[in-house]
């Protein structure tokens, strides 16, 4: 108080001091001003780009001359659903379910662990084990893996030595099981999406299960309920937010990842190798531009799924 006196009167009454007080009078207009810059950054660079490039989409491509002219049109949009452009899609979309179902399988015993039975350093522990993978080179896990499923790999190893042959000549189709059957093959570029984007998919559900109230299991306890019953009608039914958050991140990225496709697997395009093909070797901007449409609209209509499941909750 003495300190306030002694403040000479412009000092005390300065603009900063009436900035302050109308900004704690309104905290709608202080909210504004933190968020106001942010969101034209946004708007301005990531959606005024991404906007950019799907209105290329109209636009026409000359195969004789390879250049492009604003002259707009549908026909780029139209080839999407030709045979071989709607191959690509269904590849793509089965291969990021498929991804995600089976990151969700492995993911959930480890998170379920690392929720209900550690503490402390156990549970520090775990937490960086999940994420020292992320740490890496995501090109270089991939190479590594290619090395893996190659002949003489670790993976091959072990398919030669527990009989695995078979059973992997019928699944993948290949006749043979030599060195190129898992690194050339779908099964091959499964196991690395698997790997790579597991823990994204393991950390929601952890998170997910640690807010699980003790209580509600011991009242499950209480009135009788087996272990079974309670995890499939307790535990399980309140872990699917956690399960669709981090589909959310393992579908995504699958669905436009192009890395893995060109370096793992029988040769075939998804839809990032698409893209990058049309825009980088041909230099067919509006075709590629096209394509960029479809993740967007798959991932939007995923979105829509996975909010009536309360993923944004579990985020």
Known sequence: MATA??????RADGPLRRLS????????????LLLIPPLLWFGAIYLGSL??????????????TMAVTPDLTLANFAALFQAANFDIILRTLSMAV??????????????YYMARYTNGKTKAFFYIAVMLPMWASYIVKTYAWTLLLAKGGVAQWFVDHLGLAPLLQVILGIPGVGGSTLSTSHLGRFLVFVYIWLPFMILPIQASLERLP??????????????????????????????????IFTFSLTLGDF???????PPGFFIGSMVYSQQGSIGNMPMAAAFTLVPIVLIAIYLSIVKRLGAFDAL
């Open 98 to 111: 498929a991804v995600s179902i089976a990151s969700a399988v492995l993911a959930f015993p480890i998170a």
């Open 51 to 64: 906007l950019t490039l799907l209105w290329q989409g109209f636009y026409t491509f000359d195969d004789f």
């Open 214 to 247: 003790p209580s509600l299991l011991q009242a499950s306890a209480d009135l009788g309920a087996r272990p079974q019953q309670t995890f499939t009608q307790v535990i399980l039914p309140l872990s699917i937010p956690g399960i669709a958050a981090g589909s």
């Open 259 to 265: 890395i893995v496709p060109q370096l793992i697997g």
């Open 21 to 32: 007080s109308l900004l704690y009078r309104k905290p709608n207009l202080y909210l504004a």
């Open 5 to 10: 006196l002694n403040l000479p009167a412009g």
